[in-house]
Protein backbone atom coordinates (compact mmCIF):
# COMPACT_ATOMS: atom_id res chain seq x y z
CA UNK A 1 0.00 0.00 0.00
CA UNK A 2 1.12 3.42 -0.78
CA UNK A 3 0.59 5.46 2.45
CA UNK A 4 1.70 8.80 0.68
CA UNK A 5 4.51 9.98 3.18
CA UNK A 6 5.83 13.17 2.37
CA UNK A 7 10.11 13.25 1.55
CA UNK A 8 11.96 14.84 4.77
CA UNK A 9 12.91 18.84 3.98
CA UNK A 10 9.42 19.50 2.02
CA UNK A 11 7.33 22.35 2.99
CA UNK A 12 3.94 22.46 4.68
CA UNK A 13 2.13 22.89 1.51
CA UNK A 14 3.33 20.64 -0.39
CA UNK A 15 1.79 17.60 2.11
CA UNK A 16 -1.75 16.86 1.19
CA UNK A 17 -4.54 17.70 3.71
CA UNK A 18 -5.40 17.24 6.44
CA UNK A 19 -2.47 16.22 8.23
CA UNK A 20 -1.18 16.54 12.17
CA UNK A 21 1.92 18.76 12.41
CA UNK A 22 4.08 18.89 14.94
CA UNK A 23 6.45 22.58 15.37
CA UNK A 24 9.77 21.29 16.89
CA UNK A 25 10.74 24.20 18.05
CA UNK A 26 7.67 24.75 20.57
CA UNK A 27 7.44 21.17 21.18
CA UNK A 28 11.38 21.34 22.72
CA UNK A 29 10.18 24.38 25.20
CA UNK A 30 7.01 22.94 26.32
CA UNK A 31 9.43 20.28 27.40
CA UNK A 32 11.85 21.98 28.67
CA UNK A 33 9.43 24.67 30.54
CA UNK A 34 8.05 21.01 32.37
CA UNK A 35 11.33 19.57 33.30
CA UNK A 36 12.78 23.21 34.64
CA UNK A 37 8.84 23.25 36.78
CA UNK A 38 9.63 19.41 38.10
CA UNK A 39 13.24 19.95 39.09
CA UNK A 40 12.02 23.32 40.59
CA UNK A 41 9.54 21.48 43.02
CA UNK A 42 12.03 19.07 43.67
CA UNK A 43 9.72 15.78 41.78
CA UNK A 44 9.33 13.94 39.36
CA UNK A 45 7.49 14.20 35.82
CA UNK A 46 5.91 10.76 34.37
CA UNK A 47 4.26 12.40 31.30
CA UNK A 48 1.06 10.70 30.02
CA UNK A 49 1.88 8.70 26.68
CA UNK A 50 -1.94 8.45 25.91
CA UNK A 51 -1.66 12.16 24.43
CA UNK A 52 1.37 10.45 21.98
CA UNK A 53 1.07 6.96 21.94
CA UNK A 54 4.57 7.06 20.44
CA UNK A 55 7.45 5.55 21.28
CA UNK A 56 10.20 7.89 19.60
CA UNK A 57 8.51 10.94 21.69
CA UNK A 58 8.69 9.00 25.29
CA UNK A 59 12.35 8.32 24.52
CA UNK A 60 12.66 12.10 23.89
CA UNK A 61 10.96 12.79 26.92
CA UNK A 62 12.97 10.52 28.77
CA UNK A 63 16.49 11.68 27.50
CA UNK A 64 14.99 15.44 28.15
CA UNK A 65 14.74 14.23 32.15
CA UNK A 66 11.47 12.47 32.44
CA UNK A 67 11.65 9.79 35.58
CA UNK A 68 9.31 7.44 33.84
CA UNK A 69 5.87 7.43 31.71
CA UNK A 70 2.70 7.05 32.75
CA UNK A 71 0.11 5.03 30.04
CA UNK A 72 -3.52 4.63 29.95
CA UNK A 73 -3.76 1.08 28.80
CA UNK A 74 -2.40 -2.22 28.69
CA UNK A 75 -1.68 -1.80 25.30
CA UNK A 76 0.26 1.70 25.20
CA UNK A 77 2.37 -0.33 28.27
CA UNK A 78 3.01 -3.01 25.25
CA UNK A 79 3.76 -0.58 23.32
CA UNK A 80 6.48 1.45 25.67
CA UNK A 81 8.31 -1.35 26.87
CA UNK A 82 8.50 -3.47 23.25
CA UNK A 83 10.23 -0.31 22.20
CA UNK A 84 12.25 -0.54 25.69
CA UNK A 85 11.19 1.99 27.99
CA UNK A 86 11.33 0.82 31.42
CA UNK A 87 9.34 2.82 34.07
CA UNK A 88 5.80 2.85 33.62
CA UNK A 89 2.97 3.71 35.31
CA UNK A 90 -0.40 2.06 33.55
CA UNK A 91 -2.97 4.68 35.14
CA UNK A 92 -6.10 2.63 34.96
CA UNK A 93 -7.81 -0.17 36.40
CA UNK A 94 -7.36 -3.71 35.33
CA UNK A 95 -9.86 -6.10 35.20
CA UNK A 96 -10.92 -9.82 33.58
CA UNK A 97 -7.86 -12.39 33.18
CA UNK A 98 -7.48 -11.69 29.91
CA UNK A 99 -6.31 -8.12 29.87
CA UNK A 100 -4.43 -9.80 33.52
CA UNK A 101 -2.65 -11.79 31.79
CA UNK A 102 -1.02 -9.54 28.93
CA UNK A 103 -0.34 -7.17 32.32
CA UNK A 104 1.80 -10.33 33.87
CA UNK A 105 3.43 -10.49 30.48
CA UNK A 106 4.60 -6.70 30.05
CA UNK A 107 5.04 -6.71 33.68
CA UNK A 108 8.27 -9.16 32.93
CA UNK A 109 9.44 -7.29 30.19
CA UNK A 110 9.14 -3.55 32.18
CA UNK A 111 8.92 -2.15 35.49
CA UNK A 112 4.97 -1.04 35.72
CA UNK A 113 3.02 0.57 38.37
CA UNK A 114 -0.36 -0.25 38.12
CA UNK A 115 -3.14 1.25 40.22
CA UNK A 116 -5.64 -0.86 42.71
CA UNK A 117 -8.84 0.48 44.91
CA UNK A 118 -10.43 -2.68 45.47
CA UNK A 119 -9.15 -6.55 46.87
CA UNK A 120 -10.89 -8.64 44.39
CA UNK A 121 -8.73 -7.12 41.26
CA UNK A 122 -5.86 -7.20 43.77
CA UNK A 123 -6.23 -11.10 44.54
CA UNK A 124 -6.82 -11.17 41.12
CA UNK A 125 -3.68 -9.85 39.68
CA UNK A 126 -1.60 -11.36 42.51
CA UNK A 127 -2.54 -14.60 41.92
CA UNK A 128 -1.78 -14.39 37.80
CA UNK A 129 1.46 -12.78 38.98
CA UNK A 130 2.38 -15.06 41.65
CA UNK A 131 1.98 -18.30 39.18
CA UNK A 132 3.93 -16.46 36.32
CA UNK A 133 6.48 -15.70 38.94
CA UNK A 134 6.44 -11.87 38.34
CA UNK A 135 5.55 -9.47 39.88
CA UNK A 136 4.42 -5.23 39.79
CA UNK A 137 4.29 -2.21 41.62
CA UNK A 138 1.39 -1.01 43.13
CA UNK A 139 -0.14 2.42 44.00
CA UNK A 140 -3.79 2.36 45.71
CA UNK A 141 -5.90 4.65 43.87
CA UNK A 142 -7.58 7.42 45.98
CA UNK A 143 -11.40 9.11 44.71
CA UNK A 144 -10.86 12.61 45.43
CA UNK A 145 -13.76 13.65 43.67
CA UNK A 146 -13.50 12.86 40.27
CA UNK A 147 -16.34 10.41 40.37
CA UNK A 148 -14.34 7.73 38.38
CA UNK A 149 -12.43 4.69 40.10
CA UNK A 150 -10.86 4.95 43.13
CA UNK A 151 -11.08 4.40 47.24
CA UNK A 152 -12.43 7.27 49.45
CA UNK A 153 -8.85 8.32 51.29
CA UNK A 154 -9.87 6.76 55.00
CA UNK A 155 -9.49 3.55 57.13
CA UNK A 156 -10.75 1.59 53.81
CA UNK A 157 -7.58 2.90 51.92
CA UNK A 158 -5.35 1.81 54.20
CA UNK A 159 -7.11 -1.64 54.92
CA UNK A 160 -6.44 -1.90 51.33
CA UNK A 161 -3.05 -1.06 51.42
CA UNK A 162 -1.95 -3.33 54.04
CA UNK A 163 -3.95 -6.33 52.29
CA UNK A 164 -1.94 -5.64 49.19
CA UNK A 165 1.34 -4.93 51.04
CA UNK A 166 1.13 -8.92 52.29
CA UNK A 167 0.12 -10.47 49.07
CA UNK A 168 2.75 -12.00 46.72
CA UNK A 169 2.90 -10.88 42.92
CA UNK A 170 2.35 -6.57 44.40
CA UNK A 171 4.71 -4.64 45.49
CA UNK A 172 3.15 -1.49 47.29
CA UNK A 173 4.72 1.68 45.94
CA UNK A 174 2.71 4.36 47.04
CA UNK A 175 -0.81 6.66 46.02
CA UNK A 176 -2.40 7.60 42.94
CA UNK A 177 -4.69 10.29 42.72
CA UNK A 178 -6.33 12.68 39.31
CA UNK A 179 -7.95 16.59 39.98
CA UNK A 180 -9.40 16.18 37.24
CA UNK A 181 -12.78 17.80 38.13
CA UNK A 182 -10.35 20.81 39.21
CA UNK A 183 -9.14 21.77 35.74
CA UNK A 184 -11.73 24.39 34.44
CA UNK A 185 -11.74 26.64 37.78
CA UNK A 186 -11.39 29.75 36.43
CA UNK A 187 -10.78 31.75 39.77
CA UNK A 188 -6.92 30.99 40.03
CA UNK A 189 -6.91 31.15 43.66
CA UNK A 190 -9.75 29.56 43.91
CA UNK A 191 -8.39 27.26 41.86
CA UNK A 192 -5.45 26.42 43.68
CA UNK A 193 -7.09 26.07 46.77
CA UNK A 194 -9.66 23.36 45.55
CA UNK A 195 -6.39 21.83 44.19
CA UNK A 196 -4.54 22.06 47.66
CA UNK A 197 -7.76 20.78 49.21
CA UNK A 198 -7.78 17.57 47.20
CA UNK A 199 -4.56 16.45 46.66
CA UNK A 200 -3.77 17.65 50.98
CA UNK A 201 -6.14 14.61 51.64
CA UNK A 202 -3.89 12.31 49.40
CA UNK A 203 -0.48 13.55 51.32
CA UNK A 204 -2.41 13.22 54.42
CA UNK A 205 -3.16 8.86 53.69
CA UNK A 206 0.56 9.24 52.74
CA UNK A 207 1.84 10.45 56.65
CA UNK A 208 -0.87 7.25 57.54
CA UNK A 209 0.23 4.81 55.35
CA UNK A 210 3.99 5.58 56.53
CA UNK A 211 2.59 5.63 60.20
CA UNK A 212 1.29 2.06 59.62
CA UNK A 213 4.20 0.47 58.28
CA UNK A 214 3.08 0.82 54.89
CA UNK A 215 5.56 1.65 51.87
CA UNK A 216 4.47 4.89 50.15
CA UNK A 217 7.36 6.42 47.93
CA UNK A 218 5.56 7.61 45.34
CA UNK A 219 2.61 10.21 45.53
CA UNK A 220 1.03 10.50 41.73
CA UNK A 221 -1.17 13.00 40.69
CA UNK A 222 -1.46 15.83 38.43
CA UNK A 223 -2.34 16.90 34.65
CA UNK A 224 -1.85 19.29 32.09
CA UNK A 225 -4.68 21.56 33.09
CA UNK A 226 -3.40 21.80 36.88
CA UNK A 227 -0.07 21.26 36.71
CA UNK A 228 1.59 24.63 38.06
CA UNK A 229 -0.81 24.24 40.92
CA UNK A 230 -0.16 19.96 41.84
CA UNK A 231 3.87 20.89 41.74
CA UNK A 232 3.39 23.20 44.92
CA UNK A 233 1.68 20.64 46.96
CA UNK A 234 3.44 19.29 49.61
CA UNK A 235 4.02 15.51 49.35
CA UNK A 236 3.66 15.30 45.73
CA UNK A 237 6.59 13.01 44.58
CA UNK A 238 5.53 12.91 40.72
CA UNK A 239 2.88 14.65 37.97
CA UNK A 240 1.48 12.65 35.01
CA UNK A 241 1.15 15.93 32.84
CA UNK A 242 1.23 14.79 29.60
CA UNK A 243 -0.25 17.10 26.46
CA UNK A 244 1.80 19.99 28.28
CA UNK A 245 4.25 18.98 25.05
CA UNK A 246 1.45 19.76 22.78
CA UNK A 247 -0.43 22.42 24.21
CA UNK A 248 -4.17 22.61 22.92
CA UNK A 249 -7.30 24.94 22.90
CA UNK A 250 -8.76 23.04 26.24
CA UNK A 251 -5.71 23.68 27.92
CA UNK A 252 -5.35 27.14 27.07
CA UNK A 253 -9.08 28.50 26.99
CA UNK A 254 -10.57 26.30 29.56
CA UNK A 255 -8.36 25.57 31.98
CA UNK A 256 -6.21 28.96 31.13
CA UNK A 257 -2.82 27.72 31.22
CA UNK A 258 -0.84 29.94 29.78
CA UNK A 259 3.09 28.92 30.42
CA UNK A 260 3.11 26.76 27.00
CA UNK A 261 2.99 27.17 23.46
CA UNK A 262 0.90 25.59 20.58
CA UNK A 263 3.50 22.63 18.96
CA UNK A 264 0.37 20.93 17.92
CA UNK A 265 -1.80 21.72 14.75
CA UNK A 266 -4.00 20.21 11.65
CA UNK A 267 -3.60 21.60 8.58
CA UNK A 268 -6.59 21.71 6.16
CA UNK A 269 -7.49 22.72 3.31
CA UNK A 270 -10.85 25.22 1.79
CA UNK A 271 -12.33 22.93 -0.18
CA UNK A 272 -15.77 24.48 -0.76
CA UNK A 273 -16.91 28.15 -0.39
CA UNK A 274 -21.00 27.72 -0.35
CA UNK A 275 -21.69 30.59 1.49
CA UNK A 276 -20.37 34.03 2.20
CA UNK A 277 -21.30 32.46 5.32
CA UNK A 278 -19.79 29.48 5.28
CA UNK A 279 -16.67 27.74 4.08
CA UNK A 280 -15.87 23.65 3.85
CA UNK A 281 -12.67 22.23 4.58
CA UNK A 282 -11.50 18.56 4.65
CA UNK A 283 -11.37 17.83 7.75
CA UNK A 284 -13.81 16.61 9.79
CA UNK A 285 -14.87 13.85 12.54
CA UNK A 286 -12.12 11.38 11.48
CA UNK A 287 -9.10 14.33 11.35
CA UNK A 288 -10.39 15.43 14.71
CA UNK A 289 -12.44 16.12 17.52
CA UNK A 290 -14.76 19.26 18.75
CA UNK A 291 -16.01 17.38 22.07
CA UNK A 292 -13.71 18.70 24.58
CA UNK A 293 -13.02 21.96 23.07
CA UNK A 294 -13.62 23.78 19.65
CA UNK A 295 -9.96 23.77 17.38
CA UNK A 296 -9.27 27.39 16.65
CA UNK A 297 -7.63 28.95 13.49
CA UNK A 298 -4.58 30.76 15.02
CA UNK A 299 -3.85 33.01 11.99
CA UNK A 300 -7.89 33.88 11.95
CA UNK A 301 -9.31 34.63 15.20
CA UNK A 302 -12.60 35.50 12.93
CA UNK A 303 -13.21 31.95 11.65
CA UNK A 304 -14.94 29.44 14.02
CA UNK A 305 -14.80 25.57 13.27
CA UNK A 306 -18.91 25.12 13.25
CA UNK A 307 -19.34 21.60 12.73
CA UNK A 308 -18.20 18.34 11.35
CA UNK A 309 -18.97 15.66 9.31
CA UNK A 310 -17.15 12.86 8.60
CA UNK A 311 -14.84 14.56 6.05
CA UNK A 312 -15.70 17.45 5.99
CA UNK A 313 -15.37 21.36 8.57
CA UNK A 314 -17.77 23.47 8.59
CA UNK A 315 -16.07 27.30 8.89
CA UNK A 316 -18.38 29.94 10.19
CA UNK A 317 -16.83 33.35 8.66
CA UNK A 318 -18.33 37.09 9.28
CA UNK A 319 -18.82 39.85 6.46
CA UNK A 320 -15.50 41.00 7.99
CA UNK A 321 -13.65 38.41 8.41
CA UNK A 322 -10.74 36.82 6.30
CA UNK A 323 -11.25 36.37 2.22
CA UNK A 324 -11.06 32.69 2.12
CA UNK A 325 -9.69 30.61 -1.36
CA UNK A 326 -10.29 27.30 -2.48
CA UNK A 327 -7.26 25.24 -1.93
CA UNK A 328 -5.98 27.53 0.48
CA UNK A 329 -4.29 25.84 3.30
CA UNK A 330 -5.87 26.48 6.82
CA UNK A 331 -3.99 25.92 9.93
CA UNK A 332 -6.20 24.68 13.28
CA UNK A 333 -4.92 24.44 16.70
CA UNK A 334 -6.64 21.23 18.07
CA UNK A 335 -9.85 21.56 20.68
CA UNK A 336 -8.05 18.17 22.58
CA UNK A 337 -4.85 16.82 21.06
CA UNK A 338 -5.47 13.74 22.88
CA UNK A 339 -8.53 13.09 20.75
CA UNK A 340 -7.30 14.49 17.76
CA UNK A 341 -4.07 12.41 17.60
CA UNK A 342 -5.54 9.00 17.54
CA UNK A 343 -7.23 9.68 14.40
CA UNK A 344 -3.78 10.19 12.58
CA UNK A 345 -0.42 7.85 11.61
CA UNK A 346 2.18 9.85 12.02
CA UNK A 347 3.35 13.47 13.44
CA UNK A 348 4.96 15.19 10.57
CA UNK A 349 7.47 17.11 12.42
CA UNK A 350 8.40 20.64 11.32
CA UNK A 351 11.82 23.06 11.73
CA UNK A 352 12.15 26.22 10.19
CA UNK A 353 9.58 25.61 8.02
CA UNK A 354 10.95 21.98 6.53
CA UNK A 355 9.51 18.46 7.58
CA UNK A 356 12.21 17.07 9.92
CA UNK A 357 11.01 14.08 10.77
CA UNK A 358 7.69 11.45 10.54
CA UNK A 359 7.07 10.22 13.82
CA UNK A 360 5.03 7.32 14.17
CA UNK A 361 1.67 6.98 15.96
CA UNK A 362 1.25 3.38 17.20
CA UNK A 363 -2.42 2.56 18.27
C1 LIG B 1 -5.01 9.36 35.29
C2 LIG B 1 -4.74 10.62 34.54
N1 LIG B 1 -3.63 11.31 34.84
C3 LIG B 1 -3.32 12.46 34.21
C4 LIG B 1 -4.13 12.94 33.21
C5 LIG B 1 -3.76 14.23 32.54
O1 LIG B 1 -3.33 14.04 31.24
P1 LIG B 1 -2.90 15.32 30.38
O2 LIG B 1 -1.82 15.99 31.10
O3 LIG B 1 -2.42 14.72 29.08
O4 LIG B 1 -4.10 16.18 30.22
C6 LIG B 1 -5.30 12.26 32.88
C7 LIG B 1 -6.18 12.79 31.81
O5 LIG B 1 -7.18 12.30 31.44
C8 LIG B 1 -5.61 11.08 33.56
O6 LIG B 1 -6.73 10.39 33.29
Redesign the pocket.
Known amino acids: MNDHLPPLGCSKTEISTPYLCLDLDHFEANVQSMVAVCRESGIQWRP?A??HKSPVIAEWLLNAGAGGI?C?TVREAEVMADAGVSDILI??MIAGSAKVQRLVQVAQQADILICLDNIDQATAISQAMSEAGASVRVLIELEIGLNRVGIAAGPSAIKLGSQVNELPGLQLTGLMA?E?HLLTIEDPAEKESAIRSALGSVVELKKQFEQSGLPCPIVSC????SYPFTVKQPGITEI?????IFMDAF?RHACRITELQYALSVQTTVVSLPTPERAIIDAGHKTMNLSVHRPFAPDHPDLTVDWLSAEHGAIARTPDGPDLEIGQQLELIPGYG?LTNIFHTHFHAFRNGQLEQLIPIVR
Open positions: HKCTAANYGGGTGQAGGAYD
